[in-house]
């Protein structure tokens, strides 16, 4: 996984989260390449094979264009000191790591089925096929790990949460 972090948060804090939701999707994290912004609301979006631009490169110390077998991007709600829809810092960082399991989901199906057609007419969000997928994994997992089946992610999101809180007292909360 190569990670591009345009937040304040330690790249290693970020990387122990988003391996945890990878692992709670069965999903590998090899040749993807994950970018995390900041924001009011958490939030992401996921899409297969492609490359990053040279752009994007040069400003985090690359010059080429890097070819992958995933892309996510993700928003860590840590900006604002009120969130939209995450009061707490411990809600918003429960926020990402959910959403953090349900773009590494979509990760997960293009490698096996590819991404879907850009020709066809869309359906709304909630009746796409993948989108129904991605959840079921997501709430899965989620299940899984609240019955003990999987092992509990609690401690990289209450890591993430201690430094959304502190974030937020640098901004004046």
Request: glycine share 8%.
């Amino acid at each position: 996984m190569r990670l591009y972090n345009r937040t304040r948060c330690p790249d290693d804090l970020l990387r122990v989260v988003l391996v945890a939701a990878a692992r709670a999707v069965s999903c590998r994290t090899a040749d993807t390449i994950v970018r995390v912004t900041g924001g009011s609301c958490s939030g992401g979006r996921a899409w297969g094979r492609g490359w990053v631009s040279r752009g994007w490169l040069v400003t985090h110390g690359g010059k080429r264009r890097l070819w992958h077998d995933g892309n996510i991007t993700l928003i860590l709600p840590y900006r604002h000191s009120r969130f939209r829809y995450d009061p707490d810092p411990l809600s918003a960082a429960q926020a990402f790591y959910r959403t953090a399991c349900h773009e590494w989901a979509h990760v997960r199906d293009f490698r096996k089925t590819g991404s879907p057609d850009p020709s066809t007419r869309r359906l709304r969000w909630a009746d796409r096929p993948q989108e129904q997928s991605a959840m079921a994994a997501t709430d899965e997992a989620l299940e899984r790990e609240a019955n003990g089946q999987l092992a509990s992610r609690d401690e990289p999101i209450l890591m993430l949460a201690v430094w959304i809180e502190s974030a937020l007292k640098g901004i004046g909360k």
